[in-house]
């Protein structure tokens, strides 16, 4: 499952009912792009809760500009509020997202995600 801008629309219940549709959530891999601006610590940890490891890609990702300053200021608070740093990123206009990869912990454990990224292996 891929989820791209989502987080800031939906949340750890979306999520919850998504997994109880799955067959067998442990065997799950997801790929969440987050805003800065957003905390979904409560989604990893209900992602973990399911034998779901989530780790973050080591760069951002630009997503958009800001559209004014004032869209610009808010995500600079948003994004320092939680404990973040903007220099670089949204103080140079763009909204910036996380890269989540959500795997089961069987396959975090035998492949780092540095790895799978460079290699581009998923599952098998």
Same mark, same amino acid.
């Given at each position: 499952?891929?989820?791209? =801008? =989502? ?5 750890? %219940? #979306?999520?919850? %009912?998504?997994?109880?549709?799955? *067959?067998?959530?442990? /065997? ?10 957003? /905390?979904?610590?409560?989604?990893? /940890? ?7 490891? #989530? ?9 958009? %500009? +800001? ?10 608070? /948003?994004?320092?509020?939680? @404990?973040?740093? *903007? #220099?670089?990123?949204?103080?140079? @206009?763009? +909204?910036? !997202?996380?890269?989540?990869? #959500? ?5 975090? !454990? ?9 290699? =581009?292996? @998923?599952?098998?």
């Amino acid at each position: 499952m891929v989820c791209t =801008g =989502g987080v800031g629309y939906i949340g750890s %219940r #979306t999520f919850a %009912r998504i997994l109880q549709a799955v *067959p067998d959530p442990s /065997d799950l891999w997801l790929v969440i792009c987050v805003l800065r601006v957003f /905390d979904c610590a409560d989604i990893v /940890d209900l992602l973990a809760r399911h034998g779901l490891v #989530t780790e973050r890609l080591a760069t951002t990702l630009p997503q958009r %500009r +800001f559209a004014d300053r004032e869209e610009q200021a808010a995500a600079i608070h /948003d994004v320092r509020r939680r @404990g973040l740093d *903007p #220099t670089g990123l949204e103080s140079e @206009g763009w +909204f910036h !997202a996380e890269c989540l990869v #959500t795997r089961p912990a069987a396959e975090a !454990a035998g492949v780092p995600l540095a790895e799978l990224v460079a290699t =581009g292996e @998923g599952p098998k």
